[in-house]
């Protein structure tokens, strides 16, 4: 990042899924920063800008906010349709999200069943209901804990009314999970960054 210029920064910085954008922002000056998010698209720029508002090590933090989703009332073609155009933003697409007409988050669908369904089926016949979500502000070890309980590979990540805001998928957990264990062996050895002479 250093050596590029904005304008070789900005394609790079556009073709990113906006949680690894957003990982990239903390370790660069606020002031390299906010000149990059400038020289950006300006739906690129609001998504990561939103996203850097979120607590560090939280799941506002980790989540993309590139879904496939669809409403209830919908039918599967239209799920195909917007699983189509999420696949444009996003590279791992396991489960179809299933919202009401305000966003909030009803359920999800397995694209094998999205895919094996007649087209003109409405979506809340093949529909999971009961479907498990991890809130914006839930600490990173948290959610590690909670792909671990749950089996899951992607989480939905919702906010204070249940609106789906984003999404976690298991190998952005498993880099976290790498993450806690490196600093719980640093810790037992006794050179962990924050160690001090009078630590035990």
Do not use: C, W
């Not at 690129?44 to 939280?58: P, T």
């Not at 999970?177 to 009078?198: C, F, K, P, Q, T």
Request: proline fraction near 2%; aromatic fraction near 6%.
């Amino acid at each position: 990042i250093d050596k590029l210029n904005l304008k070789e920064i900005s394609p790079i910085v556009e073709n990113m899924e906006s949680d690894e954008a957003t990982s990239l922002f903390d370790e660069i000056s606020p002031e390299k920063a906010e000149a990059i998010l400038n020289s950006i698209d300006k739906e690129d720029s609001s998504k990561i800008r939103s996203q850097l508002n979120f607590k560090e090590n939280s799941a506002g933090r980790l989540m993309s906010s590139d879904f496939a989703a669809v409403k209830e009332n919908e039918n599967v073609r239209k799920g195909i349709i917007n699983l189509r155009k999420a696949s444009r933003e996003s590279d791992n697409i396991y489960v179809i999200y299933v919202t009401d007409d305000k966003g909030v988050l009803k359920g999800f669908v397995k694209l094998k069943d999205l895919f094996l369904s007649s087209p003109t089926t409405k979506i809340s016949k093949i529909m999971e209901p009961n479907v498990k979500f991890i809130h914006y502000d839930l600490d990173q070890e948290e959610v590690a804990r909670f792909f671990r309980k749950y089996d899951y590979v992607s989480a939905a990540v919702v906010d204070d009314e249940e609106v789906m805001v984003g999404r976690i998928t298991v190998d952005d957990i498993l880099d976290i999970v790498h993450e806690e264990a490196s600093e719980d062996i640093l810790r037992l050895g006794g050179v962990s960054e924050d160690e001090r002479l009078s630590t035990s």
